[in-house]
């Protein structure tokens, strides 16, 4: 029977992040840079992540809270083997309505399309920052071209899957010039775009607010070629600021985390490949559920401390991020935890 645990601020648990790897095809210089996550990089091993019986186990103990989607993020969640098998465990436990992906789409082939469409996934988020390769190469820092993502996207959406979104993180002086050609790329064909404003997370982006183009500007610049009307959220929570295109041609989305927090309405949890919780992107430490897997707790004795560590919950870092000091806090990599 469902339950649901209220944190300190109010917020119910909704929202369920899964990290499934801490490995990736890419070395975005906003989340895994070359510099730390090269050669000698130590990743997880197969031991070390949680199997796919336990996450459907910790799924179906969510479940009891109210939690209704999974996202699969990582690293690139597309380099864990057999995926489609885990997707389909999830998606079996009761309560548990959707299950969607946070990809880069390059490995999205037609026939892994297909697979992950007849597993179950309909929704896909793809992170997009620029259309020009010499800029997303410079990003992505493997050599990636801009058609290999495109590549899967419509590879995905002629698998069926309709619910794709595109991400890009905008950074001055990087890749704001692709504001407009991103704009163009996706009007019309059934993409969400969403633009999210750099974000100061993990500890080695080289955040600084002067290299942070706020959402206000990105629709300024936007509805100056396509005028823009404001829509109202699909539901109490949703991440990103609804737009869409008067002449028809569709929806954009902006996601405002350092000039408009919405820590108010955040019902979300993040669990990395290890196990560890995270009630906070920003956070600075986890909880290790793995060890409860693993130490001969039962369903009952890990439900009540995850209700005692959601009800202790009081995050809010977007909130407070420039009132209160913050430049020595260490927080978990983005790479780990999924966005
Ligand atoms: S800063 Fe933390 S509490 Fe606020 S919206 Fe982001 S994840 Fe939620």
Known sequence: METQVIDQMGRGLRDLRISVTDRCNFRCTYCMPKEVFGAGYRYLNRTEL???????????????????????????????????????????????????????ASLITQERAASLYEAGIRRINVSLDAMDDQTFMAINDVGASVQSVLDGIAAAQSAGIAGVKVNAVIKQG?????????????????VILRFIEFMDVGNHN???????????????????????????????????????YIDGAGEIGVISSITQPFCGGCHRARLSAIGQLFTCLFASEGTDLRAWLRDGSTDDQIDQRLRQLWQRRDDRYSEIRFTEPMANRQKVEMSYIGG
């Open 50 to 104: 949680l199997s796919f019986e336990e996450i459907e186990r910790l799924v179906r103990i969510f479940a009891g809270y109210g939690v209704r989607k999974i996202r699969f993020t990582g690293g690139e969640p597309l380099v864990r083997r057999d995926l489609e098998q885990l997707i389909r465990m999830v998606l079996s436990v009761p309560g548990i309505e959707d299950v969607s992906l946070t990809s880069n």
């Open 174 to 190: 990087v890749n704001e010039h692709a504001i407009l050609p991103l704009v163009e790329q996706f009007r019309g064909s059934g």
């Open 206 to 244: 080289g955040w600084d607010k002067s290299s942070v183009i706020s959402s206000r500007e990105i629709l300024k610049t936007i509805s100056e070629q396509h005028p823009l009307e404001p829509v109202d959220a699909n539901y109490h929570g949703e991440v990103a600021q609804r737009w869409q």
